[in-house]
């Protein structure tokens, strides 16, 4: 996990994406891993894709992965109700 959270100071969110789907391709099956990975997925807005990787954290025992699947189903639902469109609004 060194050589990643160095490629996300630098970020390079990208590369670490790949670094890590690599591991877990290696059979190197870990809920760090998959919750990471919904973290970095998030970052890029790759909001499908984060959530999948949330849920496979939960499915591994990662329980604060819970709140951020919950977090990325809120987040489908808005851009679904908007016609696509996310909006945050400030009060």
Known sequence: MKKVKKMIEKFDYWSAIEFMEKELDEGK???????????????????????????????LGVEEAKRFYELTNFLLEGKNNNGGENEVQKH
Not at 29 to 44: A, P
């Open 29 to 59: 099956e870990r809920g760090d891993y998959y919750f990471e990975l919904g973290h970095l997925y998030r970052g890029v807005g790759e909001i499908e894709k984060a959530r999948e990787y949330y849920l496979r954290a939960v499915n």
